[in-house]
């Protein structure tokens, strides 16, 4: 059995969530459920049960109770709790929490405020005050191009108590990245960041901003929101001030919803075209939301949950909910590893974050850090339980340099689903060991497998990442999809009746799942299907790469695929030929001969979305000699350019030919 890094004590065990509900739900039930994978089997045989027991045991608030928990079964098409009333932003505000609700920081710690619940309540009220007057209804869009800021809370829970529809990007999206998003969902108004600061450096919003109105025909108020550091105009017809008039207290009322009320529009990333406009509705966000802060990853009314991200991604949506739990939020805004990559570490630990959640892709950065972080270095981290990841696999190794590095005592827990649920498939467990390379479990409620390339389900070796039953936090629909032809095609042309989510997964015998990269980039060589999480975690052997990208090409007039893969070499190395071999020979001896690489180039960065997804795709297609259309969707469009040289390069190996 491969090596355990972590294993929750017998006291804590008995201290969770997790075991909680599961006492709860066997008393409710009468059934024995000894062990998680007990608990998980009861959830997808009794998929209606299990939802309708966790909306009781969380004490969702509702004002009418459901006719009916799910209509069918059959994807696409189910619909959950019909007849059931509620608000999702009262379901933060219902428990009339105490303390603090937000902490806000500046990167590098320039600057620091915190909200508590009844200063938040207060502000959400008079912003939905403004949308009121503004002429905002139930139903109606409200777009935010904003920066990580309390604001972009405030006004994304006024929109949710007034039952309007709430959509964000970040401010450092281009004039044409925000178009392609904002220009589908047609808001008739727009918060805005006046600038922002990143690495240091302030960044103006004005050029995009006195543009949108033209561009958007539909947004008829632009509210300007001032950054707390650095000095810019306000753009915009009102400031947030003026918006939010007398620092007074008007009532926040709840506007009542059925539970598939649109709460969110979420984008996909559009790099292989104009992004996809998905909707969520308030109840299945925040019911599943829910279930995956409270027992997977057990947070309460006296944890903190700093989660890196910003508007533009998911996850942002999702620790927003933790504030129903009662649980401090904490925004970081700004470069995690400015000035150095031990800055948000040292940062949670002086004020004793319980919770950090970051993408893979960071950890792993810090832990090819030059000069390398040295064990104790980033502090004693007391407080901190929790480690969650999620947005890129994490190496063996990475899961190792936590433990090693960071802290010996502390649940990693890896988190991997995607703006298309605004959730998780296959999650943390605070009840499980943590294995390294492994994330812990399925999803309760969640009914996954692999299946192979024939259809059948595999354990223990990779296969296609499949759902089997309906989730509450599947969209409700695709904006500007009136037939669902684009919803049925994103994830159910392939197998019908079964989600298709596009990742490639080992189910393995501790229960745990590993993520072996997008199935659509999977490498074939030689009809041979591999993961490229298996190249990755070889690389991860030399300190002189600090990131790497590869892909399947197929050469012209061949029919088989080759392995090109491209590295980015620490700062002061070079790609040279000894490098070459030893890459060659590392990837030989820890997977096989067929992960070598046929081709290996040097470029200056890893390609990635905003979020810091790579794009394995793009690279795929630019050296396929296809045109990458939404290259402002990514972060570092010019990366591409460099790719298009190397395919010359590599077609010119075979013209010769």
């Known amino acids: 059995m491969p090596h355990i890094l972590w294993k929750p004590s017998v006291d804590f065990i008995k201290s969770t969530n997790m075991t909680a509900f599961t006492r709860w739900l066997t008393a409710r039930t009468g059934t024995d459920m000894p062990n998680y994978d007990s608990l ?13 027991s966790f909306v009781e045991f969380t004490d969702i608030k509702l004002s009418q109770d459901p006719t009916q928990v799910l209509d069918t079964h059959k994807m696409p098409g189910a619909t959950w709790f019909s007849g059931m009333q509620l608000n999702f932003a009262e379901n933060i505000f219902a428990r009339n929490f105490k303390g603090a609700a937000i902490l806000f920081c500046v990167e590098n710690d320039a600057f620091r405020s915190e909200i508590s ?23 109606d869009t409200v777009a935010g191009y904003i920066a990580n800021v309390p604001e972009a809370i405030i006004t994304c829970l006024a929109c949710a108590s007034i039952g309007a529809v709430w959509t964000s990007a970040s401010p450092d999206f281009g004039l044409n990245a925000l178009c392609d998003r904002f220009q589908q969902v047609k808001p008739k108004l727009i918060f805005v960041s006046s600038h922002y600061r ?26 300007s929101i001032p950054y707390p550091i650095g000095k810019a ?3 915009g017809d009102k400031s947030w001030q003026e918006f939010l008039e007398a620092e007074d207290e008007p009532e926040l009322e709840f506007t009542q919803l059925p539970f598939d009320h649109p709460l969110y529009i979420l984008f996909s990333s559009g790099t292989t075209g104009v992004p996809k406009c998905i909707v969520h509705g308030a109840g299945g966000s925040l019911l599943q939301h829910r279930k995956e802060l409270q027992l997977h990853t057990n947070l309460t009314s006296t944890d903190s949950l700093l989660f890196f991200t910003t508007c533009g991604w998911m996850m942002w ?10 649980t401090k939020i904490c925004l970081y805004d700004g470069n995690p590893g400015y000035s150095d990559l031990t800055s948000i570490w040292r940062y949670i630990n002086e004020q004793k974050i319980t919770h950090f959640g970051t993408s893979g892709r960071f950890i792993e950065s810090c832990m090819k850090s030059q000069p390398k972080i040295e064990q104790g270095e980033l502090g004693e981290l007391s407080e901190l339980s929790t480690i969650l990841y999620t947005g890129s696999p994490l190496s ?15 649940h990693l827990a890896g988190i991997s689903g995607g703006t298309d649920i605004v959730s998780c498939f296959i999650l943390g467990n605070p009840n499980l060991p943590v294995h390294a390379g492994e994330i812990q479990c399925t999803g309760l409620g969640v009914d996954v497998a692999a299946l192979n390339e024939r259809g059948e389900p595999v354990f223990g070796e990779p296969g296609e990442l499949v759902c089997r039953q309906p989730m509450p936090s599947m969209p409700i629909y695709f904006l500007n999809d009136p037939d669902g032809v684009k919803y049925k095609s994103a994830y159910f042309d392939v197998y019908p009746g079964l989600w298709r989510h596009g990742d490639f ?10 993520v072996c990269g997008r199935s659509d980039a999977t490498l074939n060589p030689g009809g041979v299907r591999i993961g490229s999480a298996e190249i990755y975690s070889a690389l991860d052997h030399f300190s002189e790469i600090s990131g790497s990208v590869v892909v399947g090409w197929t050469p012209p007039g061949e029919l088989d695929e080759v392995i090109v893969l491209f590295v980015v070499p620490q700062v002061g190395n070079i790609l040279h030929d000894e490098l070459e071999k030893r890459i060659r020979q590392i990837i030989r001896e820890k997977q096989s001969p067929r992960h070598v690489p046929k081709y290996i180039f040097q470029i200056s960065g890893v390609p990635v979305t905003r979020s810091g997804k790579t794009v394995e795709l793009s690279v795929k297609a630019v050296l396929a000699g296809k045109v990458v259309k939404n290259r402002n969707a990514l ?15 590599l077609s010119g190996f075979y013209s010769a030919r």
Do not use: M
């Open 233 to 235: 105009n306000l753009p």
């Open 117 to 139: 619940f009844e200063e938040l309540k207060k502000s959400v009220a008079r912003c939905a005050r403004g949308l009121k007057k503004a002429g905002i209804r139930k139903g």
């Open 40 to 52: 998980h089997q009861w959830s997808i045989d009794h998929l209606e049960d299990f939802w309708e």
């Open 317 to 326: 949506n999702w620790q927003l909910s933790a504030l129903s739990l009662g």
């Open 396 to 410: 063996k190794k990475g899961f190792r340099w936590i433990y090693e590095t960071v802290k010996k005592e502390v």
């Open 198 to 223: 990143y690495s240091g450096k302030i960044f103006k919003t004005d050029n995009v901003v006195k543009q949108l109105k033209e561009k958007i025909p539909s947004i008829q108020t632009i509210v």
């Open 505 to 514: 997964v080992e189910f393995t015998q501790n229960g745990g799942v590993i």
């Open 635 to 649: 972060a570092n469009p010019e990366i591409l350019e460099e790719i298009e040289k190397i395919r010359e390069t």
